[in-house]
C-alpha cells in the first residue's frame, strides 16, 4: 500500500515535464514569443490534419523550433467521427442513426464503415450500448438495428457534435498489432524530421509499438534514442496489471489519458481505476505522464479551480514525471494558453522537493528533507497516521 505514495529522489530532481498542443504556427510562434511560457515539447494531433498539412507543418516547425521536440498523436485504433462529419447539435430524446454516409432525411453521425459493422454487432449480442462523443460530451443509446447500413440511436445527452470527435464504444471493441495505413502514411512521410517523437493512441499490445518502430526504421532521423524513435504509449482503456507492465517495456514512456478513460470506464470507474493504478505506477518501468482536462477550466474562465491546482500538486507527489495540456493550449483565446502553461510550471515548481524545504511550510516535512510520509498504522481496517512520538 506505501507504494501508491512511491516517489524518487530522481524524479524530485527533475522539472515537471509540459507537454503543450498545439494547433498551428501561428499558436507555436506565440507561446515561443512569450515570456516563461515555452513548454518542454509540443503536441501536433494527427487526427485533425491531412499528411501534407502535417509534412507543411513540420517543416516550418523544424525551420524555427527544431530543437524542442514534438509529439505526432497518432490514431491508432480509437474511433472517431469522419472529417465529413458535419457540425451539428443534437438534444436529448432525438433519434439519430450512426452511419457511413449521409442518408436523406436522417441526422447522422459518421463514422467508418467497419466502425458501423461493430456497432450492428455490438447490439445482437447486448440489449444496451451506449456510445459517448467527445469525451462523454454528447452520450448515445443504441438500438436494435433494422438495416446494415446504418445503427439507430437516442440521443441520452445531447450537445454540439463536431467533425473528428471521439466516438467511444465500452469496451473499446478494437485490437491491433500493427499500425493501421493511415497511420503508416503518417509515419513514413513525418519519420525524415529529427525533432518528430510519435503518441500511439488506445495501444493495446506492445506489438504495436514495435511495428511502429520498424517502420520508423533505426536510420531514420528521428531514431535518435536507445530503441528508435521515442514512443508513448497513450493508455486510454482499461488494461490488466500484466497488460501495462508489458507495455511499459517497450514504451519509452506512458500518458494516462482520463478522458478516453473516463468514457470507457465512467466516473466512478476512472476514479476506481486511478487508485489501482498509482499505486503499482512504480513497477511499470517508465516515466508516466498524466493527460487529460488537467486546468480545464483554464480555455474558457481564464483561470484555474483550486482543486485542479491541488490535484497537479498530488500528482507531483505520487510520481508523474508530466501532463500533457490539450484544450488548454489549443482553445481560441492565446492569453488563456500562456496563462495555462505558466501555471502549470509555477504549481508544480513549487510542489517539487528542493522548494518545499526552503519554503513557510517546510517544517510540515519529517528532518526538512523532502516530501515524505508519516508512518501509518493500521487501525480497524483503514489507515490513518501515527502521531509524532508513537513509534514507526
Not at 476506481?272 to 487529460?292: D, E, K, N, T, W
Request: charged fraction near 20%; proline fraction near 7%; glycine fraction near 8%.
Amino acid at each position: 500500500l506505501q507504494s501508491c505514495c512511491w516517489r524518487t529522489s530522481e524524479m524530485s530532481a527533475n522539472p515537471f515535464t509540459i507537454i503543450a498542443t498545439v494547433p498551428n504556427m501561428e499558436r507555436v510562434e506565440a507561446i515561443l514569443g512569450a515570456e516563461g511560457a515555452r513548454p518542454d515539447y509540443f503536441r501536433l494531433n494527427l487526427s485533425h490534419c491531412t499528411v501534407q498539412q502535417a509534412v507543411d507543418f513540420l517543416t516550418a516547425y523544424n525551420q524555427r523550433c527544431g530543437d524542442i521536440p514534438i509529439f505526432l498523436d497518432l490514431q491508432g485504433s480509437k474511433i472517431r467521427l469522419l472529417r465529413e462529419q458535419p457540425t451539428i447539435t443534437v438534444n436529448a430524446g432525438e433519434e439519430v442513426v450512426v452511419c457511413s454516409a449521409p442518408i436523406a432525411g436522417k441526422t447522422c453521425l459518421l463514422v467508418d464503415a467497419q466502425v458501423v459493422r461493430t456497432c450492428i454487432e455490438a447490439c445482437g449480442t447486448h440489449p444496451s450500448i451506449t456510445a459517448l462523443i467527445d469525451d462523454g460530451k454528447v452520450e448515445l443509446r443504441l438500438l436494435h438495428p433494422t438495416s446494415d447500413a446504418f445503427v439507430p440511436a437516442t440521443v441520452v445527452r445531447g450537445g454540439k457534435v463536431l467533425p473528428r470527435k471521439g466516438f467511444n464504444l465500452s469496451p473499446h471493441p478494437i485490437c491491433l498489432t500493427t499500425l493501421t495505413t493511415v497511420d503508416h502514411e503518417f509515419v513514413v512521410k513525418t519519420r525524415v524530421f529529427p525533432c518528430v517523437r510519435y503518441a500511439l493512441s488506445f495501444v493495446s499490445d506492445p506489438r504495436e509499438i514495435v511495428a511502429l518502430r520498424e517502420t520508423v526504421g533505426r536510420d531514420a532521423p528521428c531514431s535518435r534514442h536507445a530503441r528508435g524513435c521515442f514512443v508513448a504509449a497513450k493508455l486510454e482503456r482499461a488494461l490488466s496489471v500484466a497488460e501495462t507492465r508489458a507495455l511499459g517495456a517497450v514504451s519509452d514512456e506512458m500518458w494516462l489519458c482520463r478522458g478516453d478513460m473516463g468514457s470507457q470506464l465512467g466516473l466512478p470507474g476512472l476514479a476506481q481505476f486511478y487508485r489501482a493504478f498509482v499505486h503499482v505506477m512504480p513497477s511499470f518501468g517508465c516515466p508516466v505522464i498524466l493527460a487529460g482536462e488537467v486546468l480545464d477550466h483554464m480555455p474558457m474562465a481564464g483561470i484555474s479551480t483550486r482543486s485542479e491546482v491541488c490535484h497537479l500538486a498530488d500528482a507531483v507527489e505520487r510520481g508523474y514525471t508530466g501532463c500533457v495540456l490539450s484544450n488548454e493550449t489549443v482553445c481560441p483565446s492565446t492569453d488563456n494558453a500562456l496563462a495555462a502553461i505558466r501555471l502549470v510550471r509555477a504549481v508544480t515548481a513549487a510542489a517539487q522537493a528542493d522548494r518545499i524545504v526552503g519554503s513557510p511550510f517546510g517544517d510540515w516535512w519529517p528532518r526538512h528533507s523532502g516530501p515524505s510520509r508519516r508512518p501509518r498504522t493500521h487501525v480497524s481496517g483503514r489507515w490513518t497516521i501515527t502521531p509524532p512520538g508513537c513509534g514507526a
